[in-house]
């Protein structure tokens, strides 16, 4: 038995290893994100949607003059980046559905224009061609998907800008009715939260969460082009900054869902009742 044993073990570490064989991958190009300053996304029957990098930081050019969702332009600019089991000649375009693309991409950097066209999809892999230079590629339609996002999906869903996020100096809460009647206004005084209503006694640990997670740190769950009505009036709170700069944020509706306007960027911004709430009331912990 102990010989059998031994025989067997001795041809199963003796045996010829077998070779896997590695599928080989092309690189679709060699491009640098940080490079990149400008992205254009065309379609057969749509407007463009132009982003432009401006200071490290993507803007919305067209349709809408808006700051730009930073991680959606990324999520475009990722094919640069992409492998593909396949290579094939860019001779015969319309065999793969290029000859009139679905989407074309234009990214610029300092050196020019680069070129990406999405075209049909293959049936037995249900991938999508993609033409770049003398190459077709095979690649997962996540790619063409977004860049086809629409382009209002694209605009920071962030109330605030970074900078403004980062110059809060307080809130001017006295012109929505719950805070009329005592002028609500919070500020930050030599890094020091204080209020104008004596019988609140809130402390510095409540006032930065709600700040970090009310104002700085709380997308909305979508937004809309807004075209502000000067003959309506609606409840507002002005946010100081440490600039001097004062933004209006008008509010919209409450339920059931909350709505808030920045007049200034024409968009508004819809909240869950129960966030847009806290976002209004901050924890004053009065007595």
């Known amino acids: 038995m102990l010989a059998l044993v031994a025989s067997l ?8 290893k077998q070779t896997i064989e590695e599928i080989p991958t092309y690189e679709v190009s060699q491009l640098k994100l940080a490079d990149i300053n400008n992205v254009k996304v065309e379609f057969p029957a749509k407007s463009p949607v132009i982003f432009e990098k401006i200071e490290n930081y993507w803007l919305m050019k067209a349709p809408y003059k808006q700051r730009a969702d930073q991680l959606s332009v990324q999520r475009i600019l990722s094919v640069i980046a992409a492998k593909s089991e396949h290579r094939f000649p860019a001779t015969d375009l319309a065999k793969y559905g290029l000859e009139n693309p679905l989407v074309k991409v234009t990214i610029s950097n300092n050196s020019g224009q680069e070129v990406f066209t999405y075209g049909g999809y293959n049936t ?4 999508q061609y993609l033409a770049y230079k003398d190459g077709v590629y095979l690649l997962t339609a996540a790619y063409s998907e977004a860049a086809s996002t629409q382009a ?3 605009v920071d869903k962030n109330i605030l800008s970074p900078a403004e ?3 809060i100096a307080g809130f001017d809460f006295s012109h929505l009715e719950q805070w009329e009647e005592t002028s ?14 004596a019988e609140a006694k809130p402390t510095q640990n409540d006032l930065n969460e709600w700040q970090e997670f009310s104002w700085k740190q709380n997308p909305a769950k979508s937004v809309e082009a807004y075209t502000p009505d000067r003959n ?16 209006r944020i008008n509010k919209m509706m409450e339920s ?3 709505i808030l306007a920045r007049p200034d960027e024409g968009l508004t911004y819809h ?3 129960d966030v847009g709430f806290s976002m209004l009331n901050p924890p004053l912990n009065i007595k």
């Not at 001795?10 to 045996?15: D, G, H, K, P």
């Not at 609500?184 to 209503?197: F, H, M």
């Not at 309506?232 to 933004?247: C, E, F, Q, T, W």
């Open 165 to 167: 996020a980062k110059q």
């Open 271 to 273: 909240f869950n009742n």
């Open 232 to 247: 309506a009036s609606y409840p507002y709170l002005m946010l100081k900054l440490s600039n001097g700069k004062k933004v």
């Open 184 to 197: 609500l206004n919070v500020d930050i005084e030599n890094g020091q939260w204080k209020t104008n209503i």
């Open 256 to 258: 059931p869902e909350m």
């Open 152 to 154: 209002i999906e694209m």
């Open 9 to 16: 073990v001795s041809f199963l570490y003796l045996r010829p």
């Open 124 to 127: 037995v892999t249900d991938e």
